[in-house]
């Protein structure tokens, strides 16, 4: 925690950098997002700018949405960090360019009416080694760009499209007729059962062809268009800060910090189609000491990320993403409002996430991720989040995640895995452990509740508090030791209202069910142990409990 003397130094040191009341007001902003943080987070080191600064129309940049100003973008970022860094200025208008490539000491200025428009040629964009959900893997560059830089910025209320349409494929069910029947006139392929709409020929070989295992850049070639690019990446850069512009319409994943420290990102509108594939607002990856505050997503994918890596390539990095606050957001559409993993191999520690709003994501609180991944996530504090018409569940830990979103596996009717053989626990085998939920509020889901553990490595502590939950199902929790909950309404149409499968150390006080008329709790599976239950009020007389033939009796008490 950082103490009132310190946070007085820190911001008189930071008015006396930035002279000017804007930046001021922003220095006490980050300051109060520290309040209620539950472990030891760093303060957060912001980029400071020399005051020189110029506009890319120096450069001969035309605003016609015509011209290509690629070159322009380059020229005023050379020559600005060549004189020690400050701010390169995108006035008002539209703005076409290729890929622009960030230096160190940079503030990218989009001034209030600013367009930059990312050109659809691909033939910009070359394929270089990057990294993508996780893994090493040839992409094309991003329209953004930036690898080992100190001190960049994007500031102003300007807009930044990533033209995403020219590179992803949409899948026909996401779609009106009249919208299906526009892309076919547009141009592009349909696959084999025409189920998807994709823009090249390139891009469906690269996505439905068989997979190219090569080291070799040039084999890639061939589908170049399938290799859709964040549209903007940040690699091992310190000292970040976003403040104020619009990001939206990325080819892939919107904004990716990937090994990144310092950063702080704020007042950002983050904003890609519902029908985008993966089309992630925010992903967080091995990143240290990270603020996000007062941002708005409404997205196709997975908004608010946090992510370590994938598998053994994740592992083999071995950075967690360490020391995240997140407060002030609101989701609109996205799979996720706030997610971890299920990219999470090198592990996730100390997040905060506070003050948040989701309305109509899939999922709330999302977290994710399948054997063979690995890695620990723990430290885990939640509060003070409400929901809205949550189409899923609103809080949700699925060890056996496959890859589809929540929404496409319900429109798949596929139902979620109940197993109870157990593996060899290895470096492998993913463990969430130390997670602290409380004062949340959900008016609407499918389900209320979804906790799943693997039978060889449960969900550890997870504690619940003061929880209100209007959804058609109730509470679900399997594979899971060391569950406490105080303050639990469930308001769910559905029986049973709690259903436990293999799950000990089970905790509840305070406990308030609806009045379904049928069984209120299920208690199942061989492994069931220490199962205490706590009602706040009386039931009305009936059957509460059913209990699994395999269940010790004496294994569950009711209050």
């Known amino acids: 925690m950082i103490n009132t003397c310190l946070k007085s130094l820190v911001l008189l040191t930071l008015i006396l950098a930035s002279g000017c009341n804007s930046q001021q007001e922003s220095a006490q902003s980050d300051l109060d997002m520290y309040q209620g943080v539950e472990f030891e987070m760093p303060l957060i080191i912001e980029p400071v700018f020399a005051h020189h600064s110029v506009s890319i129309t120096d450069f001969g940049a035309k605003d016609d949405g015509q011209t290509l100003n690629t070159e322009a973008f380059e020229k005023a970022i050379a020559l600005v960090s060549e004189k020690g860094g400050g701010r390169v200025v995108i006035p008002r208008g539209i703005w076409l360019t290729g890929p622009i490539v960030l230096k160190s000491n940079i503030n990218l200025h989009a001034e209030d009416g600013a367009m930059v428009i990312f050109s659809g040629n691909k033939d910009l964009y070359p394929i270089i080694d990057g990294s993508f959900e996780g893994v090493k893997a040839f992409r094309c560059q991003s329209p953004i760009s930036g690898k080992g830089l100190e001190n960049i910025a994007f500031t102003g209320q300007g807009v930044y499209d990533g033209s995403g349409d020219a590179w992803r494929m949409v899948k026909r069910y996401k779609t009106t007729d009249k919208q299906w029947k ?285 929880i209100v939950m209007e959804a058609e199902n109730g509470l679900f929790c399997m594979d899971a030791n060391g569950v406490s909950i105080h303050g639990l309404s469930l308001i769910n149409t559905k029986a049973p209202s709690l259903t436990l499968y293999n799950t000990k150390n089970v905790h509840i006080e305070d406990l308030v069910l609806n009045e379904a008329g049928a069984e209120q709790i299920a208690v199942f599976g061989k492994e069931t142990n220490d199962i205490n239950i706590d009602f706040k009020a009386d039931l009305k007389e009936g059957k509460i409990l059913e209990l699994g033939e395999e269940v010790d009796p004496d294994a569950v008490k009711l209050e």
Not at 271 to 299: A, M, R
Request: hydrophobic share 35%; with cysteine.
């Open 182 to 466: 526009a892309l076919i006139k547009s141009g592009g392929v349909l696959n084999e059962d025409e189920s998807s709409w994709y823009p090249s020929e390139g891009a469906l070989k690269g996505l439905e062809g068989p997979e190219i295992r090569s080291e070799k850049m040039e084999d890639y070639l061939k589908i170049k268009d399938a290799l859709r690019p964040v549209m903007l990446s940040l690699v091992n850069c310190n000292k970040v800060l976003f403040d104020g512009p619009v990001f939206q319409n990325s080819p892939a994943w919107c904004i990716h910090p990937l090994m990144c420290t310092n950063l702080t990102i704020r007042n950002i509108d983050v904003k890609n189609p519902w029908y985008s594939q993966n089309g992630d607002g925010l992903d967080i990856e091995s990143c240290t000491n990270t603020l996000i505050y007062n941002c708005t997503f409404d997205v196709g994918d997975d908004a608010i990320c946090i992510k370590s890596g994938k598998g053994a390539y994740g592992r083999a990095r071995g950075i967690p993403t360490e020391n995240t606050i997140v407060k002030n957001c609101i989701v609109y559409h996205g799979h996720g409002g706030v997610t971890v993993g299920s990219e999470m191999s090198g592990g996730v520690k100390n997040l905060h996430v506070s003050g948040c709003t989701f309305i109509g994501t899939d999922v709330g609180l999302r977290f994710k991720s399948t054997r063979g991944r690995g890695g620990v996530v723990e430290k885990i504090y939640i509060s003070d989040v409400d929901m809205l018409n949550i189409p899923s569940k609103a809080i949700s830990f699925n060890l056996y995640y496959g890859g589809l979103s929540v929404s496409e596996m319900l429109a798949r009717e596929q139902e979620d895995k109940i197993g109870s053989e157990a593996y060899e626990v290895s470096e492998e085998t993913p463990q969430f452990k130390d997670i602290h939920i409380r004062n949340i509020r959900c008016k609407g889901a499918y389900q209320a509740i979804y906790l799943q553990g693997l039978p060889e490595m449960n969900l550890e502590n997870v504690y619940l508090e003061d």
